[in-house]
């Protein structure tokens, strides 16, 4: 007997048969780094939470590969989920959910951070990092 269907699972289908671009192989979704399943994990969410519906998602998702592929992107897995982030934060500033000079911010603090960390090890975020 095949194992019982959770919801996240159950709300992957769903994802998956919405949004048909989405890098995968017989299993479902494929994911090169750990933040891009994070950025998909936080996708779900947000739609199962009702923050969007997928077609919302599906439509400002096309729209950035859109501008992606005239800004001549390359059509990889990486830049599909790079898309996806920018989607993500795009979202979340339209439903009013975040602040777009926040989450700024915390992306160059990350970036900061990242730089200084050597290669293997973990990123560490500080609070100078944000100055």
Do not use: N
């Amino acid at each position: 007997m095949p194992p019982e269907t959770t919801i996240c699972d159950a709300a992957a289908l769903v994802a998956l048969e919405s949004i048909s671009d989405i890098p995968r192989d017989e299993d479902g979704p494929v994911f090169a780094a750990p933040w891009q399943a994070q950025a998909f994990a936080m996708a779900l969410t947000l739609q199962q939470r009702g923050i969007f519906t997928w077609v919302e998602w599906a439509d400002m998702l096309g729209a950035a590969r859109a501008l992606a592929a005239t800004e001549g992107a390359p059509d990889t897995g990486e830049t599909y989920y790079r898309d996806w982030l920018a989607t993500l934060e795009q979202m979340v500033t339209a439903k009013g959910l975040a602040d777009p000079a926040a989450l700024s911010r915390t992306r160059d603090a990350w970036g900061r951070a990242a730089e200084r960390t050597p290669h293997g090890a973990p990123i560490e975020l500080g609070v100078g990092d944000f100055c």
